[in-house]
């Protein structure tokens, strides 16, 4: 891989959603591009198309049109086992609202992109432990997710983006449900990442934790400001 | 290892559909277990019973053969107006060393299926010398001596020795009386034909001097065929109807009774339209258990997706997860079927009493209805699965959000 080939790269994405009214287009002809390493923060107002751009970058939601290209290769031409692999094994998603099984336990939320990606059991142990360590749930491993207060699910759900080693993570808001406090910890947990030369779009509405990151993005009305 | 936390953490939610599927297949495998039963425990009491046996009139030598290719045990043969029957040897003749079948000989019937003879079995048993009854194939003239009247007559198997009867009808008494003391030549209204020993028996009770195949006593004392009656039963009760107009096609007159037959046989139709109702139900009742399987995981499933799933794997998952169930409730069914069989089988016994039946659930056709069911379960959650393409996935993490 060369140095200057962009981790994830989207030309002229386009989502429209067939509404009552008529045709809304969520995304109008976006372009990104993020490095490998970068901290990107993308912001704009509710409704500017953020978590649409993410869906669509995270391959869990398909553009109408434009093209996603990972590591310069386009994700068009993948076939659905490929495409499982790269959300399994290259993408970490942090979610808005966390989406923990709130039934099971820390430990096994966070052991779940294992077990699909055919981890054995020794591996998984070392790998769950070491990344609760490194957001500082280690004590809470066995708890139910569900008992969890907010700003520990979230902690919870970046442990389970990061547990596959993940070269890129998409961050949808992860601090819109979180009081300050809480904000910091997890901010302060992307930074880090961050310095582990991670490579990290962070969704948010805050232009405090927007300027924590090394580029920043507007969007409005699913165009892309600066 | 997915599928086993799914499991642990939805047991409540599948306990419901899964009791009902444990009652539903114990009655299954309960009725399977004896539908399956009945034809062999009806054969075993038709063939034990003088129930339902068939009376064949009017068959001819020529016909045996053709019985012989029906799928029924002849269990008797009347041959009309026996004539009277004699052994000797063929030289020097008299009738001292004359055994006639009055008083000692007796005549059985060859046929393919007569294994079940007890006087052919005990002949079988008791043999010392020579060719056993059931050894002679296709219908050919046999004769077996006992122990004593082989002595008597001093010969051994192999030997030949001379067969004599009345011509049929053609001899009064008085001739009978006048020809004998001339001993040494044939009297005119014998029929006489040389045949070689089969073989030697020692005594058993109640035997006779000797027997000799049906075909033998024909070609002896009969110029003409004559016509037997012969009382056969199915080998299977369950082609009854069939063979039974398949004789009727060649005999005049077939007389057999079946009202047993036919309410088993009514019976064990109804017992499969029951089993394929159930199985019906059952398969219904794991559709509507995947259903609102899926429909409440909805978001954990598009999670998983998210997560790197592929579909199969999913599949995988989840149809691992609901066949174990299945499996589960299979087992419960087993355990519980015997109490119901027993109870059914009661029933059954009070309707019919001398129906003989087993209460074992063992039957190739549980297994069957396991796989059927399996790959019904498989089906369905294919046909679940196609909403879990890629590009919906965040479509399914946000219904999840709305029906929270
Ligand atoms: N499935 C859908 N059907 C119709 N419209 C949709 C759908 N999903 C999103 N939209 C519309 O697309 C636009 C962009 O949505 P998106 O969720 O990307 O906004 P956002 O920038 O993330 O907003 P927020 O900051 O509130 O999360 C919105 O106007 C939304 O109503
Ligand atoms: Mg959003």
């Known amino acids: ?226 | 290892m997915i599928a086993l936390q799914e499991l642990r953490v939805n047991s409540r939610s599948f306990l419901m559909t899964a009791c009902i599927s444990v009652l539903i297949l114990t009655a299954l495998t309960a009725i399977l277990s004896i539908a399956s039963q009945i034809p062999d425990a009806l054969n075993k009491y038709v063939n034990n019973s003088a129930f339902s046996t068939m009376r064949i009139e009017n068959v001819r030598y020529e016909d045996l053969e053709f019985l012989e290719t029906v799928q029924i045990n002849v269990s008797d043969m009347q041959v009309e107006s026996e004539a009277e029957l004699s052994v000797g040897l063929p030289e020097d003749w008299l009738p001292d060393f004359t055994i006639t079948t009055e008083t000692e000989g007796g005549g059985s019937k060859y046929m393919q299926n007569m294994t079940e003879d007890c006087t052919i079995r005990n002949i079988n048993q008791n043999l010392c010398e020579g060719e056993e009854w059931t050894e002679l194939k296709d219908r050919q003239n046999g004769l077996w001596l006992s122990a004593g009247a082989a002595e008597v007559l001093g010969v051994h198997a192999g030997d030949l020795v001379s067969l004599s009867a009345r011509r049929y009808n053609s001899a009064t008494l008085e001739e009978v009386i006048a020809s004998f003391p001339a001993s040494g030549s044939e009297p005119e209204w014998m029929n006489t034909i040389s045949v070689p020993v089969t073989g030697i028996y020692r005594e058993f009770t109640q035997c006779k001097s000797y027997y000799y195949t049906l075909p033998l006593y024909i070609s002896c004392c009969m110029q003409e065929p004559e016509e037997i009656t012969v009382f056969a039963k199915c080998q299977n009760v369950m082609h009854f109807h069939r063979i039974k107009n398949l004789l009727n096609t060649h005999f005049l007159s077939v007389d057999a009774k079946y009202e047993i037959i036919d309410s088993m046989l009514f019976l064990i139709a109804a017992l499969y339209i029951i089993c394929i109702c159930l199985t019906v139900m059952e398969i219904m009742m794991l559709y509507s258990m995947v259903q609102t399987y899926f429909h409440q995981r909805v978001q954990a499933f598009g999670l998983l997706r998210a997560l790197g799933l592929s579909r199969g794997g999913m599949l995988f998952v989840i149809s691992t997860l609901i066949i174990s169930v299945l499996t589960i409730c299979f087992g419960f069914a087993l355990l519980l079927s015997p109490f119901m069989i027993q109870y059914v089988v009661n029933v059954i016994e009070d309707v019919f009493p001398d129906i003989i039946l087993h209460i074992s659930n063992r039957n190739i056709l549980i297994p069957a209805i396991y796989a059927v069911l399996s790959v019904a379960v498989l089906c369905i959650c294919l046909l679940n699965l196609h909403e879990y393409r890629s590009a919906y996935l965040s479509q399914l993490l946000r219904n999840g959000d709305e029906t929270k």
Not at chain 1, 47 to 67: V, Y
Not at chain 1, 145 to 150: F, I, N, T, V
């Open chain 1, 1 to 226: 891989m060369e140095d200057n080939t962009p981790i994830i790269e989207g030309r002229h994405l386009f989502k429209k959603y067939v509404l009552h009214q008529g045709d809304y287009y969520a995304l109008n002809d976006v372009s990104i591009s993020v490095q490998s390493g970068e901290y990107v923060a993308v912001t704009g107002h509710s409704g500017s198309g953020k978590s649409t751009l993410m869906n669509i970058l995270g391959s869990i939601d398909a553009p109408t049109s434009g093209e996603i290209l990972f590591e310069g290769i386009s994700i068009k031409d993948y076939t659905e086992k490929q495409l499982a692999q790269l959300r399994n094994r290259s993408i970490g998603y942090v979610f808005q609202s966390f989406y923990l099984e709130p039934n099971y336990t820390v430990g096994k939320n966070v052991e779940m992109p294992l077990l699909i990606a055919g981890y054995d059991a020794r591996e998984r142990k070392k790998r769950i432990q070491a990344v609760l360590e490194q957001v500082g749930m280690e004590k809470h491993i066995h708890q139910k997710a569900y008992m969890l207060s907010g700003g520990e699910k979230q902690r919870v759900s970046i442990a389970r983006a990061l547990v596959c080693n993940p070269k890129l993570i998409l961050a949808d808001e992860p601090c819109g449900n979180l009081d300050s406090e809480n904000t910091a910890i997890v901010m302060d947990i992307f930074h880090k990442l961050h310095q582990e030369q991670k490579t990290i779009i962070l969704i948010t509405h805050s232009n405090e934790d927007a300027s924590q990151a090394e580029r920043q993005i507007r969007m409005k009305d699913g165009k892309i400001l600066s």
